[in-house]
């Protein structure tokens, strides 16, 4: 395993059609984004935790796979959302826990990015694995923290996570692959194009009559609902595609 | 989980006697945050008199170029239809409206419709449930042809007040309303532009450097004068102003901002017949005005005052917006249509 470089927008956008393609549809939709549909065709559960950290987040899937997992994350700050990713030799675990106390459109969001890291991150791991035909498992974890702990409403994060070997079924601390700021960023790119689709949103706005050189500050608000993500969320996307 | 989410969460109907009066102009409107007020802008307090608007010689509204041709109103027509229960147990409720945003355009003594919008809105907190079941919910009702409006609170605080809930999922209904009329500003802020209620909650429609547009309030939770111009205030006859003031704010624009009276019948209560006009103050600046600019504008509101005795708001209300009133009215479906078809989709 090395750890890639930051990933072009057009990986981040074939992940995405990848996400839509394995729940069978072609495209997205137009309006709200089925985001539990699209993670339920993967082998990964969502759960919503009350005061979200490591330390729940280990008990949590304790008490869900009988088993004390290995995190490879210290520190045990108030989390937005937390991947728990195991796979060796067949076996499998894979979960996303976000915090029930945020926001509905905050906790999409949440899920959304830790799907990221999923598809972004574990995914091309383990398909290197294959590759190289190692006996090697992978873990991969992330937490997604706070910007402002007191703010639950922002979806400005930052995140720590780190991806571990597993050799005969034992979590190697090293070498640990540590998330990296530009990992954290790329999985907040796919968050914000999964929930929010150009074509759908190009779409939209053609339909909006808008009209060229007058003002715009309103659409974050009008569109927000209309994708159930929120206005600050809908705001970076329209100004990431210069809307 | 779908349309099932208000059954399966104990939905239960409520029908009549939930519907709120007209909230325009409710101190929500940022009228309670701290500001500033400069009284003497535009003349010093010992000099606060009533200024006559109808002597503006040798002029006709319609030759001035900053004479308002557009005018933009919303409509939020909707209550709570419905209650549920949280995880919890607490009752939730469900507010389902019918919202619109309308311009109106003076054209040589016609007022046409320009552009509008009508939405069914479903408002309500939801943070109280999994956000799966709400996406599901969300996506159900989007098929029937009504939009979700989450009402984000603070969980802890509110859960257990039903009250509070309802004023939340009434007020998020509004904001959305006051988007669409944003939308309508939107659509081309750079003519002379009425809106009915204060600027800030339009902002998103326009620029407050180059875009002309103004509001009207009708309603007044605040007073801003000292006492000598509280009693101006009671005492102005129509077509007479105060003089104007500046709201300074944290982290929203200046207005400069003064009262205009625009009806003086027999019979009204004494702080009845007069509006609030607001300007962006920083608009006011940087296009040089100067007070001729204020008598204009307020004798072009008081040229369009309704005399239509027969509306039960005649007294504050311009007769454009009264008409875009109308107009949206006979946009929107009857209400008990759509507040049967929701029960009807969600079978409760």
């Known amino acids: 395993m090395t750890p890639s470089d930051s990933q072009p927008q057009s990986v981040i956008r074939q992940a995405v059609q990848s996400v839509w393609t394995d ?3 072609d495209a997205p939709s137009a309006g709200i984004v089925p985001l539990f549909e699209l993670v339920a065709s993967y082998p990964i ?37 937390f991947l728990y990713a195991y796979q060796y030799r067949g076996s499998f675990v894979g979960c996303i826990l976000v915090e029930n106390r945020d926001s509905v459109v905050r906790r999409r969001f949440s899920v959304a990015h830790e799907l990221g890291h999923y598809k972004l991150h574990f995914e091309p ?55 990296s700021d530009e990992k954290e960023a790329e999985a907040n790119q796919f968050a914000a194009v999964l929930l929010m689709p150009d074509t759908i949103l190009h779409e939209r706005i053609a339909t909006l009559h808008l009209i060229p050189g007058q003002p715009r500050g309103y659409l974050a608000s009008r569109l927000a609902s209309e994708f159930l993500v929120s206005k600050e969320a809908m705001v970076y996307r329209l100004a990431a595609l210069e809307i | 989980m779908g349309l099932d989410f208000v059954r399966n969460y104990g ?4 029908e009549g006697g939930s519907s709120l009066p007209d909230q325009f102009g409710t101190p929500t ?91 069914k809105v479903i408002s309500m907190p939801v943070d109280f449930f999994p956000a799966d079941e709400v996406e599901s919910f969300a996506l159900a009702i989007q098929g029937h042809g009504f939009r979700l409006l989450p009402a984000t609170l603070s969980r802890s605080e509110y859960l257990m007040n039903y009250e509070k809930l309802r004023s939340i999922a009434d007020q998020r209904t509004r904001e959305e309303m006051m988007t669409l009329e944003e939308a309508a500003i939107a659509q081309d802020a750079g003519t002379p532009t009425i809106v009915d209620g204060a600027l800030d909650a339009h902002a998103g429609g326009f620029d407050k450097n ?73 608009w006011f600046i940087t296009q040089h005005m100067d007070w001729d600019f204020a008598d204009r504008l307020s004798r072009t509101l008081y040229e369009y005052r309704c005399r239509q005795r027969s509306y ?13 009133e109308e107009s949206l009215g006979s946009l929107f479906s009857t209400e008990s249509s759509i507040y049967q078809r929701f029960y009807r989709v969600t079978e409760i």
Not at chain 2, 268 to 279: A, C, M, Q
Not at chain 2, 312 to 324: E, G, N
């Open chain 2, 210 to 282: 180059t875009c002309p547009v103004f509001g009207v309030i009708k309603r007044h939770y605040r007073s801003y004068l000292h006492p000598a111009g509280q009693l101006l205030l009671y005492g102005l006859r129509a077509a007479e102003r105060t003089p104007a003031f500046v709201l300074r704010r944290e982290q929203r624009p200046a207005l400069l901002t003064w009262y205009l009276k625009i009806n003086d019948e027999p019979g009204l209560t004494p702080d009845s017949g007069y509006v609030r006009v607001e300007v962006a103050y920083d």
């Open chain 1, 23 to 25: 729940a069978g549809y």
């Open chain 1, 125 to 179: 791991m383990l398909a290197q694995l294959a590759q190289d035909q190692s006996d090697e498992g992978l873990l991969i974890t992330d937490a997604m923290l706070y910007a402002d702990p007191k703010d639950g409403s922002s979806e400005l994060t930052s995140g720590e996570g780190s991806a571990l070997p597993v050799r005969t079924g034992v979590v190697l601390p090293q070498p640990a692959i540590i998330m």
């Open chain 2, 11 to 14: 939905g239960s109907r409520l």
């Open chain 2, 29 to 119: 409107n940022g009228e309670e945050e701290r500001q500033q007020i400069q009284l003497d802008i535009e003349r010093n307090l010992d000099h606060w008199t009533a200024i006559p608007v109808s002597q503006v010689n040798q002029w006709r509204p319609g030759q001035w170029a900053y004479s308002p041709i557009r005018y933009i109103d919303g409509k939020d027509v909707g209550q709570i239809i419905a209650w549920i229960r949280s995880p919890e147990g607490y009752p939730v409720p469900i507010r389902l409206s019918q919202v619109g945003g309308v311009a109106m355009r003076v054209i040589e003594g016609d007022i046409r419709r320009e552009f509008f919008q009508v939405e």
């Open chain 2, 312 to 324: 039960s708001r005649a007294a504050v209300s311009l007769h454009p917006i009264v008409r875009a």
């Open chain 1, 45 to 81: 559960w969502v759960a919503e935790v009350e005061n979200l950290s490591i330390s729940r987040a280990v008990h949590y899937l304790a008490e869900r796979t009988g088993q004390t997992p290995e995190m490879g994350l210290a520190g045990d700050g108030p989390l937005s959302g």
